[in-house]
């Protein structure tokens, strides 16, 4: 799956422009689930690797290559796909997504950005006499100018002793193919977990960016505001200042910044 980080058009010219994370999903154009949205992917050649069918993928159905990706789970439940056994390892791809040209591949009708609103509203913890049980509710909101596309994904870990098992099901999908909606709430998770402690956040900005939208990317994401004061002093190491400005129109220039790859050595 591919995020990217693009402005909200804005009225008002002299606003600053607001952030949105965004997911590429594809419509099919074939059974099962024609005419529904679903992320891009496909199967494995006998003649390639996990990670060279995933570029090969990406490439051919959106037109996308060379960009950050990383694998994230292997997802192997039985009837996942009604056609027959499937078991699909899943990759995360993070890009800025006004560098590259989107295109749909032969088995969909084309593809799209959808905005992506994550949110848990209900949580719950079991004690039992052997284990603890957490229990959340996620509700994601996949919305274009086309379509809104709704699930709610169950998340039950089971922990006992030093063992911990995770279970996820969705409860109700509309709009999103197959197991799909699992795939992307798993992939939000790992996305929110991994900026606090790495540089990956970097692979949604543009080569020169102000703190300001820095911290909107990091906002969107985390789903909270955060204080700027705080915010500046732990992203400081991994930001060097230019002598560039920024030339938004209806309000005063901001020092642009770029993204210094040897932080974790300072």
Same mark, same amino acid.
């Given at each position: 799956m591919i995020f990217t980080v693009k402005d909200k058009k804005e009225e008002n010219y002299r606003k600053l422009s607001g952030k949105s994370i965004k997911l590429l999903l594809v419509k099919r154009a074939d059974h099962p689930f024609i005419g529904q949205w679903a992320l891009p992917g496909g199967f494995v050649s006998v003649d390639e690797s996990i990670d060279e069918a995933a570029n090969r993928e990406l490439k051919s159905e959106t037109n996308v290559e060379d960009i950050y990706m990383e694998q994230l789970y292997t997802w192997g439940d039985v009837k996942r796909d009604p056609r027959w056994r499937v078991v699909s390892c899943s990759y995360m791809a993070l890009v800025d997504g006004s560098l590259f040209d989107i295109k749909a591949g032969d088995d969909a009708d084309y593809a799209g950005w959808f905005d992506v609103k994550?949110? #848990?509203?209900?949580?719950?913890? =079991? #004690? +039992? %006499?052997?284990? /603890? @049980?957490?229990?959340? *509710? #996620?509700?994601?909101? /996949?919305?274009? %100018?086309?379509? =809104? +596309?709704?699930?709610? @994904?169950?998340?039950?870990?089971? !922990? !006992?002793? !030093?063992?911990?098992?995770v279970k996820r099901e969705i409860v109700n999908s509309r709009g999103i193919a197959f197991d799909h909606a699992k795939i992307i709430e798993y992939a939000i998770e790992r996305l929110r977990n991994k900026i606090e402690y790495t540089d990956i956040v970097f692979n949604l900005m543009p080569e020169r960016f102000t703190l300001s939208e820095l911290q909107q #990317?990091?906002?969107?994401?985390?789903?909270?505001? /955060? /204080?700027? $004061? $705080?915010?500046?002093?732990?992203?400081?190491?991994? @930001?060097?200042?230019?002598?560039?400005?920024?030339?938004?129109?209806?309000?005063?220039? *901001?020092?642009?910044? !770029?993204?210094?790859?040897?932080?974790?050595?300072?």
């Amino acid at each position: 799956m591919i995020f990217t980080v693009k402005d909200k058009k804005e009225e008002n010219y002299r606003k600053l422009s607001g952030k949105s994370i965004k997911l590429l999903l594809v419509k099919r154009a074939d059974h099962p689930f024609i005419g529904q949205w679903a992320l891009p992917g496909g199967f494995v050649s006998v003649d390639e690797s996990i990670d060279e069918a995933a570029n090969r993928e990406l490439k051919s159905e959106t037109n996308v290559e060379d960009i950050y990706m990383e694998q994230l789970y292997t997802w192997g439940d039985v009837k996942r796909d009604p056609r027959w056994r499937v078991v699909s390892c899943s990759y995360m791809a993070l890009v800025d997504g006004s560098l590259f040209d989107i295109k749909a591949g032969d088995d969909a009708d084309y593809a799209g950005w959808f905005d992506v609103k994550f949110e #848990v509203f209900e949580e719950k913890k =079991t #004690v +039992l %006499e052997k284990e /603890l @049980v957490f229990e959340k *509710s #996620v509700k994601i909101i /996949l919305s274009s %100018e086309e379509d =809104t +596309l709704e699930a709610v @994904v169950k998340i039950t870990e089971r !922990r !006992r002793g !030093r063992s911990t098992s995770v279970k996820r099901e969705i409860v109700n999908s509309r709009g999103i193919a197959f197991d799909h909606a699992k795939i992307i709430e798993y992939a939000i998770e790992r996305l929110r977990n991994k900026i606090e402690y790495t540089d990956i956040v970097f692979n949604l900005m543009p080569e020169r960016f102000t703190l300001s939208e820095l911290q909107q #990317v990091y906002e969107i994401i985390l789903g909270r505001e /955060l /204080l700027a $004061a $705080a915010f500046r002093r732990k992203i400081s190491d991994k @930001v060097i200042e230019t002598n560039e400005f920024s030339k938004n129109a209806g309000h005063r220039p *901001s020092k642009l910044y !770029r993204f210094n790859p040897g932080w974790k050595y300072m």
